[in-house]
């Protein structure tokens, strides 16, 4: 049985990247478990680096309830549309936190993700997918797969703009039906 965990990171609630990520999770056999947890729903503090100075204290609160649910997952998904090609700022703050959950050593935070598997559901708002758009998010959900030993699954990209409009891409709707298998 594996457990996946769907972080959305859009600031826009049942957004494009959303309905997209719930479209292939869908399909996921009911043996899986699926947790979700949107980001904004669960503020964390601006990240402070303090590795070379004071060092980081357990997380408490939102991030220890983000941390927890992370290291429960076999599979982390991160659920994204692609703002001014980067991430969202909650998915970017999330990770910043990984900095410092994983130099907490009773957290134990890298070695236990080491072998999981990081998934990203990507929707940018190019017309020409050709664009690309999307690439620069995907090239740092790859790396941050790399670097913490994980195994990069590749995203599920989508194109759409308005709310709504991930419907009208079929490529997108037809490649989250064989995403997860």
Same mark, same amino acid.
Request: hydrophobic share 40%; net charge negative.
């Given at each position: ?33 699926? #947790?979700?947890?949107?980001? +904004?729903? *669960? ?5 402070? !680096?303090?590795?070379?100075?004071? =060092?980081? &204290? ?53 070695? #236990?993700?080491?072998?999981? +598997?990081? *998934? ?5 708002? !190019?017309?020409?997918?050709?664009? =690309?758009? &999307? ?47």
């Amino acid at each position: 049985m594996r457990s996946f965990l769907f972080v959305v990171g859009s600031t826009r609630t049942g957004g494009n990247a959303e309905t997209l990520a719930r479209a292939a999770a869908s399909l996921l056999p009911k043996t899986d478990e699926q #947790r979700w947890i949107r980001l +904004t729903d *669960h503020p964390l503090p601006p990240f402070e !680096d303090t590795r070379h100075s004071t =060092g980081y &204290s357990a997380p408490e609160g939102n991030a220890k309830l983000l941390c927890d649910a992370t290291l429960a997952a076999t599979d982390l998904v991160l659920v994204c549309p692609v703002y001014w090609y980067s991430l969202p700022w909650p998915t970017k703050l999330y990770l910043d936190h990984w900095t410092a959950w994983m130099r907490i050593k009773e957290l134990g935070f890298k070695e #236990r993700l080491a072998g999981r +598997t990081l *998934h990203a559901v990507v929707v940018d708002s !190019d017309e020409d997918p050709a664009d =690309g758009s &999307s690439l620069p998010v995907i090239d740092t959900l790859r790396r941050t797969a790399e670097y913490m030993s994980m195994h990069w699954r590749g995203a599920l990209v989508g194109h759409a703009n308005k709310p709504g409009e991930i419907s009208e891409d079929t490529a997108a709707i037809a490649a989250a039906s064989e995403y997860f298998e």
